[in-house]
């Protein structure tokens, strides 16, 4: 069982930067890239961004390019979202996921939990 999981959300006041992480338990090849998705309250789950193991190559929402930006370590299995500039819309709860790649839920299998964070104006 592939498991996944986030850290490195908080509280960060708006202009500021964080840096969210993900690691997963192992890679398979039916789950090639992971994904970053967002979840603010009473809206539905979007795609910030998705980042291929091997290749490196990465797909960014509109809205995120430019502030955010997707990386990977694949010797640690690890992702991270470098987030700048935040502002109070990108309060949410953000989850990572592993999957065939896509901006999609459906294309993605393994989540994890999710991490919170809260941008303060």
């Known amino acids: 069982q592939v498991q996944v999981t986030e850290a490195g959300g908080g509280l960060v006041q708006a202009g500021g930067s964080l840096r969210l992480s993900c690691v997963v338990t192992?890679?398979?090849?039916?789950?090639?890239?992971m994904g970053w998705f967002r979840q603010a309250p009473g809206k539905e789950r979007e795609f910030v961004a998705t980042?291929?193991?091997?290749?490196?190559?990465?797909i960014t929402a509109e809205f995120a390019r430019g502030r955010f930006t997707i990386s990977r370590d694949i010797t640690k299995n690890t992702v991270w979202l470098q987030m700048n500039g935040l502002k109070p819309e990108d309060t949410a709860v953000y989850y990572c996921?592993?999957?065939?790649?896509?901006?999609?839920?459906?294309?993605?299998?393994?989540w994890g939990q999710g991490t919170q964070v809260t941008v303060s104006s």
């Open positions: 996921a592993t999957g065939r790649g896509g901006d999609t839920l459906a294309d993605y299998t393994y």
């Open positions: 192992t890679r398979t090849v039916t789950t090639p890239f």
């Open positions: 980042i291929n193991w091997t290749g490196g190559g990465t």
